[in-house]
């Protein structure tokens, strides 16, 4: 039917189905700034739009339901503000200040703030903060923990105000505790705006589905309705019958290549496990078939049509069960291929086993030695873009893929195989992707659209649904975790074990690597002091191993989360019944600097060991700036502070925990970097790394304009392109400014020795003589000693056109003998309702040494978002199964993310140390603000009212069930 | 598989719905605004679009409201001003965007036991219409017959103000979904009702029109058998005590 629809005051006449949302009608008519988070019941919000003004959901709505009323989007609010010869308007103050103050993190959910904080702000021009939280409240982001969007927001309102005479407003949240030693720097070290900040507030097309051209077939997979089986029989005879069907695939259909879907780097640290489609499933949802057709109702019905008869087998959905004698076996293909231990006869993906110096000889130096198992879930990174691949042939015959991935050249070299052709016949671009946080380091369905343009000839898209994204995407490691400790009387550490029972689901992505990184990291924290301090003991055990579960994979920290609640959990019992001071007890057994980290010396992820020594650890001073800002020393073991006036059920407490993480995979990650001048004394930045919204294009553009003096202006960022970015290994591990950072370093360096050359024949050519490192390049110049300048402008000319042409440019790359861990003290304090249980979350401190903050507004994003995500591992998040193996969680509302308006008070405080391995000292910030939240806030619980809670999430419930236990006595 | 075929409809009175209605053969798909699954809909059904009906109006009378089921559950936000239990309930219930787009026709149509809301709202004894056929019935009544594929809707909801509301709720965070909700509202004879949610289908309701005492028996019977994957009997049934004496407290009255 036609309808007319007023879009952004201009009438739209459009052809739809009568059932089509408005979300896909707006879409289809080139408004992409409304976004799908493939939600069914409206809950993340990212297809807002403003409907008669209100913010309301473009999926909730049919098209025609919208006929005669006023739609509008971010397409409408603003635009770039110089248009060559045309003058644009610009952006708009809300624009503006979300760019200004660093409120774009993966920019997927922006138009939707922007457009609710619009609705807001034409009601009420001076909001409080809680009403803009309130406003936010049906947006959900997964990136900032809503702390800047907030500040921009009410920024907008003030400049809105005309109170524009007040300088912006400050970040509020954030603390940079300076170094000396670290040097004066122009770009590095500042707040500049992300260089991807105005398309993405703008709206403008940059997510994978954006490019999908007109034709463009939609993928839908066929997934297992049960746990564990044998496809004795499958027909896609109907659905391929259906009218506009293009193709169905199944098992029988396709090559079969044993693969891994982890996106790491060759060789896979793990078993080869995996088919594109197999004649066995392993977990509900697993893959049985994939279609491509015109339309998703087309494809949904075609799947409806699939006839498919399993041969059920029992199916293994407990970890302790998996390795029994006589469990089922859940790879028993031929195909499959063994990494280091693994054994899939015996359910067994992977098994660590480290000693560090002579730990039975630590225990029994011991006065006492304290056991406790713990436990951590499995949850997700419900990141708000869901997975999403478009591929296509291009005119060469090559084909091309548009992934929202973390790892763009992994998956380009694993397709390879699977598809039968070679890697110079694939090309992967990454756009910009909306979040990832480990779940998009997996090559997961972009073999689905590449088989599927194979079979059919044709573009096709594939973006999952929410419930695929809880039932068949990846998640984190769930673990059973034994602790044993053995500690001297005055809070020496003697020894320390930890035995580790990790469940990888079905597949062995990541089983060994994030496993292995749950003792390697935090283990390390605690040498012991003393003679230990010199020799620690420490002994990590693990076994990974299958179940007919979801498979777990990279989820940010990437295995440090669950080893430091178990290890933080642990020294607070210990240090409370030692009745030693908990932070002083940490910091007198944690690493200092100088020290080996002590798995460096044991153990590299199946590789050889390299011993490192850690540089710095700003960890000290963390604990102090940490404790400063949270009043510690007025709330710890303050009866008054404890009490809520008048409410005696209501108790508070404080709670530390104390982490550490790793920057990159050393010996291993590597990133490269062209750079190259251009005639306008700009320059091209061309990397591979990857940027999922933490800014990383930013920063390295940073770091290039610090070096040529210029500004990030400047530096035009293209990134993640096989075919004309160099490799990267991806954006994992928390490398980018590190590995990748050195590489543009590089080559930034490269380059302006070549421009200080050219400059050295340019001022000769003036009758000045001065030597090329006698030169500075600064404010887009190359200045002399005695001031007179050269603009890198002239240069290029020169270079490109003049006298001795040459393109001036560089390409690096770098791969790092160091991995210098962060740390970092966080702090929590919570309001605990000792008759339900129930717990609130009332402030979160993190104290962090990143090392050199090269841009204060994404690192303090990174953190704050970190904190957020991680206070969902503390208190809600969790996925569970039934006795069938069916998901509890599908969708945003059971599996409940923090809304804008429910956040805690956070505070980000940046302890800078100069890391002597990085030329800028920088370390990494990305993953570390996931370790401690869970543990300081389960110490906090036990501060307020004794409540011991072993696994996490800590639940209303499981608080009550520890007080009944405790009062029971 | 073309979907031109199916209809759309916008009448813009009862009278024209109603001959719509008699015209089409079989069933309707209602829209009633901030229908989210749409995959659910009968693909080759005739749409009717409710929302110039004028359904959308919420209306006080003295003691009693009358709420258009095509009221967004913002609007009754905003219309129950003072009434803090109820914002609460609802500012919990869903975000701003989702709570701007459904209705409170499409909200009763898919809201189970878990829902605050919905417990507070049973906590006023609502009476609710239903058209075509102008039937009237308690809420209660509607929920526990509620079907898939309805052949009529809701038109309006019909509550009495209470003398007091109260509602207490535990979760996991301030905004989740309850594991354990509760209503009580008190009328000007005294008479107590409690909604007991956080379970099932729908929150249970309860009616005291004795002495308050009576209340703990009956709350601890409503969560007998109430272990699901959220939560134990024994949890909630002990934590409904506690909120009960919340309830009762803030209501001014005593067990």
């Known amino acids: ?969 | 598989m073309k979907n031109e075929t199916v209809a759309y409809f916008r009448p813009k009175t009862i009278s024209e719905l109603e001959e719509i209605l008699s015209r089409v053969q079989g069933e309707v798909n209602f829209l009633s605004g901030g229908d989210y699954n749409f995959a659910s809909l009968d693909q080759s059904a005739p749409l009717v679009d409710l929302q110039s009906l004028g359904l959308d109006q919420i209306i006080s009378n003295g003691n009693t409201v009358e709420i258009g089921a095509l009221a967004t559950l913002e609007q009754i936000k905003e219309a129950f001003q003072g009434w803090d239990c109820l914002q609460e309930a609802l500012s919990i219930e869903a975000g701003l965007n989702v709570r701007n787009s459904l209705s409170l026709a499409n909200f009763l149509k898919t809201a189970d036991g878990r829902s605050p809301f919905l417990c507070v709202l049973l906590a006023f004894a609502p009476t609710i219409a239903l058209l075509p056929s102008h039937q009237s019935m308690r809420l209660e009544t509607y929920l526990s017959s509620r079907q898939k594929k309805p052949t009529e809707f809701i038109s309006t909801l019909n509550l009495a103000l209470p003398k007091g509301l109260a509602f207490e709720a535990i979760a996991r965070t301030p905004k989740d979904r309850p594991i354990i909700c509760m209503a009580a509202a008190v009328d000007d004879l005294g008479k107590l009702r409690i909604a007991c949610g956080g379970m099932q289908n729908s929150p249970q309701v309860i009616n005291i029109s004795t002495e308050p005492q009576s209340a703990i028996d009956l709350v601890r019977q409503a969560y007998q058998q109430s272990t699901d994957a959220w939560a134990s009997t024994e949890y909630r049934q002990a934590t409904s005590q506690v909120l009960l004496s919340r309830l009762l407290q803030s209501l001014g009255l005593s067990v």
């Open chain 1, 1 to 969: 039917m036609k309808i007319q629809l007023e879009i952004n005051r201009q009438t739209v006449e459009v052809e739809v189905a009568p059932q089509a949302r408005l979300l896909d009608v707006l879409r289809q008519v080139g408004i992409l700034s409304v976004k799908s988070g493939g939600c069914q019941r409206g809950e993340c919000g990212a297809c807002t739009v403003l409907l008669d003004g209100k913010p309301i959901n473009s999926c909730m709505l049919l098209a025609v339901q919208a006929q005669g009323h006023a739609i509008s989007t971010v397409e409408a609010e603003g635009e770039y503000l110089d248009q060559g010869w045309k003058q644009g308007v610009g952006l708009s103050p809300l624009q503006r200040a979300f760019i200004e103050n660093g409120s774009i993190q993966c920019g997927y959910c922006t138009s939707a703030m922007v457009l609710a904080a619009k609705a807001l702000l034409a009601r009420n021009s001076d909001p409080s903060e809680a009403e803009v939280r309130e406003a936010l409240s049906g947006i959900l982001c997964r990136c900032t923990a809503y702390v800047k969007p907030v500040e921009a927001v009410l920024r907008a309102a003030q400049l809105m105000r005309e109170e524009n005479d007040q300088a912006a407003k400050p970040l509020g949240t954030l603390k940079i505790v300076e170094a000396d030693e670290i040097p004066e720097t122009t770009v590095v070290g500042k707040a500049v705006p992300k260089v991807d900040a105005s398309k993405l507030v703008q709206g403008k097309p940059a997510f994978t589905a954006d490019f999908a051209p007109t034709g463009t077939l939609v993928a839908k997979v066929l997934r297992s309705p049960v746990a564990h089986a044998r496809i004795k029989r499958i027909d896609a005879t109907r659905a391929r019958a259906l009218p506009g069907v293009a193709a169905v695939l199944t098992w029988e259909d396709i090559p079969r290549v044993v693969y891994s879907t982890a996106g790491q780097s060759d060789p896979i640290p793990g078993p080869l496990d995996t088919f594109s489609l197999d004649n066995k499933v392993r977990f509900v949802g697993d893959r049985v078939a994939f279609v491509a057709a015109e339309t998703e109702a087309i494809a949904q019905k075609a799947l409806e049509l699939i006839e498919v008869e399993y041969e059920e087998l029992p199916a293994v959905l407990d970890s302790r069960e998996a390795m029994k004698p006589g469990a089922p076996i859940i790879h028993d293909e031929p195909e499959y291929v063994n990494f280091a231990d693994s054994d899939p006869t015996h359910n067994k993906a992977a098994a660590i086993r480290i000693d560090i110096g002579d730990v039975e000889q630590g225990f029994a130096e011991a006065d006492r030695i304290y056991e406790q198992e713990y436990e951590v879930p499995k949850v997700q990174q419900a990141h708000i873009e869901p997975h999403v691949a478009l591929s296509y042939w291009d005119a060469d015959g090559r084909l091309v893929i548009y992934s929202s991935t973390q790892v763009p050249f992994h998956a380009r070299r694993m397709l390879a195989p699977l598809l039968k052709l070679p890697v110079k016949r694939i090309r992967v671009i990454k756009p910009r992707i909306g979040g990832g946080f480990g779940g998009k380091q997996e090559v997961l369905i972009e073999d689905v659209v590449a088989h599927l343009t194979i079979a059919t000839g044709k573009p096709v898209l594939y973006q999952m649904s929410r419930e695929e994204e809880f039932i068949a995407s990846r998640s984190r490691h769930p673990m059973r975790i034994k602790m044993r400790t053995g500690v001297k009387r005055d809070g020496t550490i003697t020894a320390n074990e930890m035995i580790a029972l990790s469940d990888t689901g079905a597949y062995g992505c990541h089983a060994l690597t994030v496993t292995g990184n749950t003792g390697q990291k935090s283990m390390a924290l605690y040498v012991g002091d003393g003679k230990y301090r010199l020799s620690p003991n420490i002994r990590f055990y693990a076994d990974i191993v299958y179940t007919n579960t979801p498979p777990a994979g990279a989820y940010r920290g990437y295995g440090v989360p669950q080893g430091f609640w178990p290890l933080e959990r642990h020294m607070e019992m210990i240090a409370r019944d030692l009745g030693l001071d908990p932070l002083s007890f940490r910091i007198k057994n944690a690493l200092r600097s100088g020290e080996y980290q002590p798995f460096s010396t044991s153990w590299n992820e199946g590789r050889e060991p390299r011993p490192e020594i850690v540089e710095t650890v700003g960890l000290e001073k963390c604990v102090r700036e940490g404790a400063q800002a949270i009043d510690w020393e007025h709330k710890y073991r303050n009866p008054e502070w404890h009490e809520v006036p008048g409410k005696p059920h209501l108790k508070r407490g404080i709670g530390v925990a104390m982490v550490m993480q790793g920057t990159a995979i050393p010996y291993l990650d590597m990133g490269g970097a062209s750079l190259k001048l251009n005639e306008d004394g700009s320059f091209n930045l061309l990397v591979g790394a990857t940027d999922l919204g933490t800014g990383s294009d930013t920063i390295l553009a940073q770091m290039a304009a610090e070096i040529l003096g210029v500004n990030t202006e400047d530096i035009i960022v293209y990134s993640s392109d096989t075919d004309f970015t160099p490799f990267d290994k991806g954006a994992y591990a928390s490398s980018t400014t590190y590995i990748s950072g050195t590489a543009v370093i590089k080559a930034a360096v490269e380059v302006s020795e070549k421009i200080c050359a050219r400059a050295v024949k340019m001022f000769a050519a003036n009758g000045k003589v001065v030597a090329a490192d006698e030169i500075t390049l600064k404010e887009g110049c190359a200045i002399a000693p005695d001031g007179s300048r050269i603009t890198l402008a002239e240069i290029a000319l020169e270079s490109l056109h003049h006298a001795e042409q040459e393109q001036i440019m560089a390409v690096a790359s770098y791969v790092s003998p160091s991995s210098p861990p962060p740390f970092a003290a966080q702090f929590a304090t919570v309001l605990v309702d000792t008759q339900t249980g129930q717990v609130q979350v009332e402030d979160l401190v993190m104290a962090v040494d990143g090392g050199v903050i090269i841009n204060p507004a994404t690192a303090s994003g990174q953190i704050e978002g970190g904190m957020a995500q991680a206070l969902g591992y503390a208190v809600c998040e969790e996925m569970r199964y039934d006795e069938h193996g069916v998901a509890r969680e599908k969708d945003l509302v059971d599996y409940h993310i923090f809304r804008a308006d429910e956040m805690p008070n956070l505070k980000t405080i940046f302890v800078q140390t100069y890391e002597p391995t990085h030329p800028f000292g920088a370390k990494a910030v990305a993953e570390i603000p996931m370790d401690g939240v869970a543990p300081a806030v389960g110490n906090a619980v036990l501060d307020a009212c004794g409540a011991q809670i072993y696994a996490n999430p800590i639940t209303p419930e499981k608080v009550w069930e520890s007080l009944k236990r405790t009062k029971r006595g």
